[in-house]
């Protein structure tokens, strides 16, 4: 069978990464309405009080205005996260900004929360408010926001009744500031504030899960003070990570040195040993999911061992294209049935131990 991919990729690649993004968008969204295969009980995933056909997720950053959530679930994703979102509209960081590191299988961009705001989202997810599927929205700050934490309790309060969770994100290093919002103290202020929207939306709309999205490159004290925060404030899930500042050495491509957020394989090994420590400090108490660097079956297989109980890609597309979701689940499910298995649950953590004892560059402290 011939893989559309394999043909469109070298045109894709011969533009400009965020040209070919928006062209991948645009087709995406001109597909027929596809209904999602249905997956093998096996891969079923109940987390947050929510049940997901599949563990695996399309990361925020993909589909930042809600434009194909539904695309993307009829490519076999077990939920979609859009975003990043903010109240008002805003253009992001200047052209170029987003990067190939094709000998690495990595991506630097520096966005910058470039979005059409609340707005345009907000009506594009009212017109598919019927339709099956989780669709998460990530919400974030305006980058001249007088008040931060506020833009996050509107983010809440605006798609209370739409979104199938809400992820905080104040870990991407594109907005200036906006990862101070991790140290406690602004942490603690911004939770409450959100969880508390969320309580309020909860007795017209239901209780929608807050999860909180952080940085691979906080110092191991800082990751204590998150989740001790997080804990208290009544977060239901972390995701770990957004992309990294650091740089590993073993980079090989000739846009490494670009400014931005690094993702893909180069950063599996740190965000890895970040949910591993991550995991052991939560002790079970709210689930994780794992981002950063899955690009197959074997990546996806380490993230649940080091303690992911859901999953999210996203660069990794660029390189492998939208059969790789598929891999991965066959893969799963030939993981767990030559280990006897009837799901991905007990699979979670067992190696996060033995993860947080590897050596990994950037690793802050390291």
């Not at 290093?173 to 309020?200: F, I």
């Amino acid at each position: 069978m011939i893989d559309p991919f394999a043909l469109a990729r070298p045109f894709l690649h011969a533009l400009d990464a965020e040209t070919a993004h928006g062209m991948t968008i645009k087709a995406l969204r001109m597909m027929p309405p596809r209904t999602p295969p249905a997956d093998d009980e096996r891969l079923a995933v109940t987390a947050f009080g929510l049940r997901f056909p599949n563990p695996i997720g399309i990361a925020a950053g993909f589909d930042k205005n809600a434009e194909v959530p539904d695309a993307m679930l009829g490519l076999g994703f077990g939920f979609a996260e859009i975003g990043t979102v903010t109240p008002r509209p805003q253009p992001g960081n200047p052209l170029p900004r987003i990067f190939r590191l094709p000998e690495d299988g990595g991506v630097i961009n520096r966005l910058g929360f470039n979005n059409e705001g609340h707005g345009a989202a907000l009506a594009r997810l009212e017109a598919r408010k019927n339709r099956p599927g989780i669709v998460g929205v990530n919400i974030g700050a305006n980058k001249d926001s007088e008040d931060r934490a506020a833009d996050y309790a509107a983010g809440i309060r605006t798609f209370a009744h739409l979104a199938g969770y809400f992820t905080v994100n104040v870990s991407s290093p594109n907005t200036p500031g906006l990862r101070d919002l991790q140290h406690e103290a602004a942490l603690d202020d911004l939770l409450a504030r959100s969880v508390a929207a969320r309580d309020e939306a909860a007795e017209r709309y239901g209780r929608k899960p807050v999860l909180l999205k952080i940085a691979p490159d906080l110092a191991l004290s800082d990751l204590d003070a998150a989740v001790a925060v997080a804990l208290k404030r009544g977060v239901d899930g972390i995701i770990v990570s957004n992309t990294t500042i650091s740089r590993p050495s073993t980079l090989r491509s000739g846009t490494r040195a670009e400014t931005g957020g690094l993702s893909g394989r180069p950063l599996f090994p740190l965000s890895t040993r970040m949910l591993a420590e991550t995991f052991l400090r939560v002790e079970g108490r709210v689930p994780l999911i794992g981002a950063g660097g899955i690009d197959g079956p074997d990546a996806a297989f380490a993230k649940m061992e080091a303690g992911a109980t859901l999953i999210q890609l996203y660069s990794a597309l660029v390189y492998e294209g939208p059969g790789l979701v598929t891999r991965i689940k066959r893969g799963l499910l030939d993981r767990i049935g030559a280990e006897g298995l009837t799901g991905t649950a007990p699979l979670v953590g067992r190696k996060a131990a033995e993860w947080t004892r590897r050596p990994v560059e950037g690793l802050p402290g390291a």
